[in-house]
T-cell receptor
């Protein structure tokens, strides 16, 4: 299968600070990526996506950056809030429209 | 819309027992998926379906079966439960719109095989 991994399993940040969660992918043919947020006891929830023809995409308080040269994806959360505490997954869609490959996740702890 | 619903929420099985995990979506999505998530891990694709009557294997299909007789329902069957199948199971659906290939997930079914 494809390899989608994360550099940091746990990230602790102070409330109000910015958070950066990283993800590495292995397949250079991947053309679509999604970040998901998973709160305890719930299913993953879509946050933001990006296609390989873009380097950056912004949402509400979130920004995804894609570096195709080093096959790296990051999620930036501005002014992190306690409600942002969750596990964040990146998912990769290499070449099959129907299949996504998920990383193992990064747990974000927001300290008040 | 209720979105994606799954039943049961939690189940304990004995080794060798069988059960069906139910999944229903009311968004008229053609694509549906079953994933399993082991503790501290990401999601692994078990089976998926691109429409009624069509199913295909994912990364980890062994020990599972699926059917897709309607657009709304995509049940997952475990015939002979094994401890290795202890996991949280998520069902998801998506509409193949080019701009938004996101998947909507259900709340999950937690399965414990003893």
């Amino acid at each position: 299968g494809e390899s989608v991994g994360l550099h940091l399993p746990t990230l602790s940040v102070q409330e109000g600070d910015n958070s950066i969660i990283n993800c590495a992918y292995s397949n250079s043919a991947s053309d679509y990526f999604i970040w998901y947020k998973q709160e305890s006891g719930k299913g993953p929830q879509f946050i933001i996506d990006i296609r390989s023809n873009m380097d950056k995409r912004q949402g509400q308080r979130v920004t995804v950056l894609l570096n195709k040269t080093v096959k790296h994806l990051s999620l930036q959360i501005a002014a992190t809030q306690p409600g942002d505490s969750a596990v964040y997954f990146c998912a990769e869609n290499p070449y099959n429209f129907n299949k996504f490959y998920f990383g193992s996740g990064t747990k974000l702890n927001v300290k008040p | 819309n209720a979105g994606v619903t799954q039943t049961p929420k939690f189940r304990i099985l004995k080794i060798g027992q069988s059960m069906t995990l139910q999944c229903t979506q009311d968004m008229n999505h053609n694509y549906m998926y079953w994933y399993r998530q082991d503790p501290g891990m990401g999601l692994k694709l078990i089976y998926y379906s691109v429409g009624a009557g069509i199913t295909d294997k994912g990364e980890v299909p062994n020990g599972y079966n699926v059917s897709r007789s309607t657009t709304e329902d995509f049940p997952l069957r475990l015939e002979l439960a094994a401890p290795s199948q202890t996991s949280v199971y998520f069902c998801a659906s998506s509409s193949p719109e080019r701009e938004r290939e996101t998947q909507y997930f259900g709340p999950g079914t937690r399965l414990l095989v003893l």
